[in-house]
């Protein structure tokens, strides 16, 4: 319940077709604590409701002009935080159960509250007050879960977006490998390689890497086999000539190794479709 101190700053509409009733309801909320203000008919209050910032409203459902429901409709479309409490008359038990469903926090019966006290009336508006604010707390509640749904639906698409990107990228990547020594010799290779150059696999064991690269790229690629050191990995980008297909854009990464006395070079070599393509080559060694 509102103490007179806590009631001082509530602005408050009182709005009846009766002036009697307005000044009535007017004051028996002022012994409270409460600033008044009245209209005598729907379209007098929906503009004070626009030039003035009010807490509650008593607003009596039969108007001239205006009805009453149609201000409450009205006003609860730009409105939402004030508390507003519809006066009824006996019998009209229906009319202010569709108004709490059109938005109305609680209402009155007229004749009762005339005949009680101000006590009677701030238990009303109080107890309005407090469902306007629990009303305020959940509009503001689902604004916030929306607005963090709408954050984990963005996060979700774009982590959606970029496992799609790496599964149509590795889809769409193929990789081999190749074993020479540090002259370029092939000493072996898997079936991936095999398909990426399209020489038959005799035919491979007598060829050097070399002479699977382009001319262009040769010159760089010859020397990172004689450069690179023990388990230090480079990488260059080249282009492989095919035999059965147009000429392959890669990316070479080697590494170099002792077996059985000698210096042995291991490549990875990848390489993509059109839709992933390497990046344009850059001259010298990566």
Do not use: W
């Amino acid at each position: 319940m509102n103490t007179d101190k806590e009631c001082v700053k509530v602005k408050t509409l009182i709005v009846d077709d009766s002036q009697l009733v307005c000044e009535m309801f007017s004051n028996t909320l002022c012994k409270k604590g409460y600033e008044t203000t009245t209209a005598n008919d729907g379209e007098s209050a929906l503009k004070k409701l626009i030039a003035e910032n009010f807490q509650v409203m008593l607003l009596d459902l039969v108007l001239p002009g205006i009805n009453g429901m149609d201000v409450l409709r009205e006003c609860r479309k730009n409105n939402h935080e004030i508390c507003i409490i519809v006066v009824t008359s006996y019998g009209s038990e229906a009319t202010a159960v569709e108004a709490i469903q059109e938005g109305a926090d609680d209402y009155v019966v007229k004749d009762f509250m005339l005949m009680n006290d101000a006590k009677s009336l701030d238990v009303v508006i109080s107890r309005g007050l407090e469902r306007r604010r629990l009303a305020m707390e959940n509009i503001e509640l689902n604004k916030q879960l929306k607005e963090l749904n709408l954050v984990l639906q963005t996060a979700y698409a774009r982590e959606k977006e970029e496992k799609d990107y790496i599964r149509n990228l590795f889809g769409s990547t193929t990789f081999a490998v190749v074993l020479s020594n540090d002259n370029g010799n092939i000493l072996g290779f898997d079936d991936a390689f095999v398909k990426m150059t399209g020489f038959p696999e005799k035919e491979l064991f007598n060829m050097c890497l070399f002479d699977l690269i382009r001319s262009e790229f040769r010159s760089n690629v010859e020397p990172l086999f004689k450069k690179i050191q023990a388990g230090a990995a480079q990488g260059i980008k080249a282009r492989i000539i095919a035999k059965s297909q147009k000429d392959i854009d890669v990316t070479l990464n080697t590494i170099s190794f002792k077996m059985t006395g000698e210096r042995l070079v291991l490549t990875a070599i990848v390489t993509s479709l059109e839709k992933y393509a390497v990046p344009p080559f850059v001259d010298g060694i990566g």
